[in-house]
């Protein structure tokens, strides 16, 4: 079964840090293009980061460049996302997605973790 | 960046009906576009990418048109299960990938 898994989410104050995981199973995930896709609460999707299927080149949205770092392990299947000085802003869902490569949809997504920034 | 316009916001079909649904980009984006469907406190699901090919597993009942700038995803006969909100997504001219604004499809 294809598969991600995402964890690490949770309550953190205002400028404090946190490390997202995702983990793949079911397919072939050193082959997949990965991405970290949130949504605020009652809005829509937001792309925020993107990693190749090799870990280079990375893309950041404005709205977390400089703040969130995307990387890979792709002997582990694994994908993570470190978001630093956090603001209330960043309160979403958060959920990895991956395709397989240029001119695909996002095809596999995970279930989604929650971050919540409040004092 | 490539700004996405989804319309109407709110759509609301009898079950049977034709749902149709439209995705503007502010800039051409070929072909390179995707549908999602996302129902109450699920992931969103690739229902189309490619503006016209359907996912695996997606029924022959979801299909996309369009290319440039203008693009239509049409439910044939709209089941209750379809009930939820679908966003477009171009991934032509990125980064950002940009999602539009979404479409809620209630039935009537």
């Known amino acids: 079964e294809v598969q991600l898994v995402e964890s690490g989410g949770g309550l953190v104050q205002p400028g404090g840090s946190l490390r997202l995981s995702c983990a793949a199973s079911?397919?072939?995930?050193?082959?997949?293009?990965m991405n970290w896709v949130r949504q605020a609460p009652g809005k829509g999707l937001e792309w925020i980061s993107y990693?190749?299927?090799?870990?280079?080149?990375?893309y950041y949205a404005d709205s977390v460049k400089g703040r969130f770092t995307i990387s890979r392990d792709n002997a582990n299947n694994s994908l993570f996302l470190q978001m630093d000085s956090l603001t209330v802003d960043d309160t979403a869902v958060y959920y990895c997605a991956g395709r397989p490569g240029a001119g695909y949809g996002l095809d596999v997504w995970g279930q989604g973790t929650t971050v919540t920034v409040s004092s | 960046e490539n700004v996405m316009t989804q319309s109407p916001a709110t759509l609301s079909v009898s079950p049977g009906e034709r749902a149709t649904l439209s995705c503007r980009a502010s800039q051409s984006v070929i072909t390179n576009l995707a549908w999602y469907q996302q129902k109450p406190g699920q992931a969103p699901r690739l229902l189309i990418y490619?503006?016209?090919t359907r996912a695996t597993g997606i029924p022959a009942r979801f299909s996309g048109s369009g290319s440039g700038t203008e693009f239509t995803l049409t439910i044939s006969s709209l089941q209750s299960e379809d009930s939820a909100v679908y966003y477009c997504?171009?991934?032509?001219?990125?980064?950002?990938?940009?999602f539009g604004g979404g479409t809620r499809v209630e039935i009537k």
């Open positions: 990693i190749s299927s090799s870990g280079s080149p990375i």
């Open positions: 997504q171009q991934y032509n001219n990125w980064p950002p990938f940009t």
């Open positions: 079911g397919f072939t995930f050193s082959s997949y293009e």
């Open positions: 490619g503006a016209s």
